[in-house]
């Protein structure tokens, strides 16, 4: 928000959580799967987090997770 004085305030709702010991370990491999561009891995760890259905097609699920991620994997982002 805008201040009297010009300064910028930011406001804090103390939104916060707590992953249990598995969510963190599978956010850390998703993560892990995600920068290995292991798109069957990937499909994988969101179907343990319960983000994609367990019935799911889970080679399918990896195509489509690369045609979906492969080019943000490849962009360069140098100038």
Do not use: N
Not at 67 to 73: D, I
């Amino acid at each position: 928000m805008a201040l009297d004085d010009g300064r910028i305030g930011f406001l804090d709702f103390g939104i916060v959580g707590r992953f249990t010991p598995l969510r963190r370990r599978q956010i850390a491999d998703y993560l892990v799967a995600f920068v290995s561009a292991d798109y069957r891995s990937l499909g994988g760890v969101m179907m343990q987090m319960g983000s994609v259905d367990a019935g799911v097609d889970l080679e399918h699920l990896a195509g489509d997770l690369e045609l979906a991620y492969k080019p943000m994997l490849e962009k360069s982002f140098a100038t």
